[in-house]
């Protein structure tokens, strides 16, 4: 089982910045390609963002957050991040990492909130 511990998010008005972190237990972590998944109130979890494994040589982002979001990686801290900038009423979810292709089992999430 992989421990996956989300955290750094909160309420905030629009326009503001979050960054999000996410830990992993797991070894090779540094190999795989990692993504940041949003579950918005009752809509399904969708992949917003992705980073290639190693170095995180290429990066993806879902339409409705590419210019405003930017996704990194920290090998020796086995971590992921994700800053988010500018951000709008409908970034509100529940933020979730997980590979790129959502293999792992799922961590309990960190809550962002967007409003005035």
């Known amino acids: 089982q992989v421990q996956i511990v989300e955290s750094g998010g909160g309420l905030v008005q629009p326009g503001g910045s979050l960054r999000l972190s996410c830990v992993v237990s797991?070894?090779?972590?540094?190999?795989?390609?990692m993504g940041w998944y949003r579950q918005a109130p009752g809509k399904q979890r969708e992949l917003v963002a992705s980073i290639g494994g190693i170095s995180g040589g290429w990066t993806n982002y879902a339409d409705s957050v590419k210019g405003r979001f930017t996704i990194s990686r920290e090998n020796a801290r086995n971590a992921v991040y994700l800053q988010m900038d500018s951000l709008k009423p409908e970034d509100t979810g529940v933020y979730y990492c997980n590979t790129d292709n959502s293999i792992w089992n799922w961590g309990q999430g960190t809550q962002v909130t967007v409003a005035s």
């Open positions: 797991r070894s090779f972590f540094s190999l795989v390609a």
